[in-house]
Each structure stands twice: as structure tokens, then as C-alpha cells.
């Protein structure tokens, strides 16, 4: 199982090539911050070479790599960081459910954004509230949490930048997670780059406009 996220806020809409198929994208004419399902039928196990290019025109080659995919595993592919410094983030996904909690994974794609804390709380706490500590502290750019487990309920979400739990770089207030649920974010900066900061909700998030 394959899927792509678009997560280069100054690059334009991608295709994205299997085998120098150019005729025929794997996918085409991905947005920021967009991104696909799941491949179906999914991709068979094997060696490939991918290349991100532009929509337009297919001869702005953004990203080149090879990868091996392998039978009964799920993965990520995120085109990651500003134009000039674009490249591949692979994340391998676990996608089995858990009938009594829920399975939470944060990524930290924002270019303009330092080391970060992310805080999980009840809502209406603030991570400046006496006792508040990250659920994850100094998170890197490029950087993922892995999937950890979170019990059914309504949190407030926030990324903060490291050490400074005044500033509310991401507020995510009142994101619902579910028992059963799988659920993967990806923070991001605003389109062209920079703030406002934001994030990518993906799996099983409900985004209400």
C-alpha cells in the first residue's frame, strides 16, 4: 500500500513517475498540501524508481529515488521541505486497529518551524497551564513520532516551538480521536512557506469546513 503527500509549500501541483512512465503518472497533478489514498490496486512488491516533476511540463525533476517495497506493508512517500531543498520522507504505516484506542502518529513537516513540543490535552488546557508537559518534547524537522496510543475522547492538540509553551505555533483545538481509529498529522507550513504554520490530517480525521 503506497500513498503520497504533497508537503512542499512553494513547489507546484507534481506527477509522480514509476519507471520513467511518464506517459502514464502514477499519480498527476497533486496540489499542497494534498494527498492521495492509498493506491488501488496497490503496487506491486518490488524495486522502483520514483521521480516527482512538475505537472506542467514533466521536465522539472523535484525529487529522484529508488526504493524497494516490500509484500504486506504500508507506506507513506512525503515530498518534503521548501523547492530548493525538496526530498523524499518514506514513513512505513501501521494500519492494524485497535478495538479499545486509538492509534495517533505526528510528523513534523514544517520547514519554517524549529524543534517543537506537541502538546495532547484535555480540552480547554493550555500547554502554559501549571502541570502541562508535551506528549512529545523537542520533535525535529523531518521527524515523526511513530503511532502511539491514545485513549477514545475530545483532545485540544498544540506544537509549540521547544521550550516555550507560550506560543501556539499549531492550535488543533477539538480534534476528536476514536477507539478503532487510526489517525496521522502532518505539520506544515502555509502555502509559498512560512506562517501561518498548520497541519495535514489524514487516516481517520473528520475535517469539517
Known sequence: DVRVVHNSPDAPAVDVIVDDNFAAP???????????????????PGSYNFKVV????QTVEAINFDADLLAG????????????????VILVD???????????????????????????LP???LPSDAGAEPAFANVEFGSETGFVSVAQG???IYVTPAGDPDTLAIPAPGIELTANGIYSAIARDAEGGGTPLGLILMDDFVVTQ
Do not use: C, M, Q, W
Open 154 to 156: 475530545t483532545y485540544d
Open 123 to 125: 480540552v480547554d488546557a
Open 73 to 88: 506493508t504500508a507506506y507513506t512517500v512525503i515530498a518534503n521541505d521548501v523547492l530548493a531543498s525538496i526530498s523524499e
Open 54 to 57: 512538475d505537472s506542467g511540463t
Open 94 to 120: 501501521d494500519n492494524r486497529r485497535v478495538a479499545t484506542e486509538a492509534k495517533l502518529r505526528l510528523f513534523h513537516g514544517s520547514p519554517s518551524a524549529g524543534p517543537v513540543d506537541i502538546f495532547l
Open 26 to 44: 502514477l499519480l498527476a497533478g497533486i496540489n499542497f498540501p494534498e494527498f492521495s489514498d492509498f493506491l488501488s490496486p496497490p503496487v506491486e
